[in-house]
């Protein structure tokens, strides 16, 4: 078993829909979460950075953490076209920033 | 599947002097693999893309000479920073691309390069 689990997709939505990534880990010791967007063939930019379980908004952005059921989430809402892009998610124990990655989920925004 | 390791995990270093990261494709073959870096809280940069064979291609700003990439086979490619100072700590993360896939890329735990 991983150590972060995500399903790869690709996930399809039509524009303005809500979207929900979600991830499972199995490391309870876990306490950095980390979501991030990759265009093709550009590097990974960082998302939403959160620390412990709760929510963080950012704009359209909502980045949720259930510790209890090893759970994270990441929300869009009013989806666009630009949003199609992979979105990986990644947890770390400690701040040293050493990162268990998900396998990422492809997300297509038709418009 | 497609697991990505990197050694060492964490390097502490005298300035001046030479380190080497791997990153292996543990059971899968890939033919590129990218090298990435990345400070606290902040996106990963790419610094260069290693195709199995031959010369890496890399980003514009980062110094071919100083972050040299070796891509010697399909299942390793290495990152070996030179005459290394300060300002080169940092994280150095790895990936390998999925064969067929243009997309999928499988990455590294990361190593934290520090040094002194």
């Known amino acids: 078993q991983k150590e972060v689990e995500q399903d790869p997709g690709p996930l399809s939505v039509p524009e303005g829909a809500i979207v929900s990534l979600n991830c499972t880990y199995s490391n309870s010791a876990f306490q950095y979460f980390m979501w991030y967007r990759q265009y093709s063939r550009k590097g990974p930019e960082l998302l939403m950075y959160t620390y412990s379980s709760g929510n963080k908004e950012d704009g359209r952005f909502t980045a949720q953490v259930d510790k209890s059921s090893k759970y994270i989430s990441l929300f869009i809402r009013d989806s666009q076209p630009s949003d199609s892009a992979t979105y990986l998610c990644a947890g770390s124990m400690d701040s040293n920033y050493q990162l268990i990655w998900g396998a990422g989920t492809k997300l297509i925004i038709k418009p | 599947g497609a697991v990505v390791s990197q050694h060492p995990s964490w390097v502490i270093c005298k300035s001046g002097t030479s380190v080497k990261i791997e990153c292996r494709s543990l059971d899968f073959q890939a033919t590129t693999m990218f090298w990435y870096r990345q400070f606290p809280k902040q996106s990963l940069m790419l610094m260069a893309t290693?195709?199995?064979?031959?010369?890496?291609?890399?980003e514009q700003g980062v110094e071919k000479d100083k972050f040299l990439i070796n891509h010697a086979s399909l299942t390793l490619s290495t990152l070996t920073v030179t005459s290394a100072h300060p300002e080169d700590s940092s994280f150095y993360i790895c990936?390998?691309?999925?064969?067929?896939?243009?997309?999928?890329?499988?990455f590294g735990p990361g190593t934290r390069l520090t040094v002194l």
């Open positions: 990936s390998a691309r999925v064969p067929g896939s243009t997309d999928t890329q499988y």
């Open positions: 290693s195709n199995e064979g031959s010369k890496a291609t890399y």
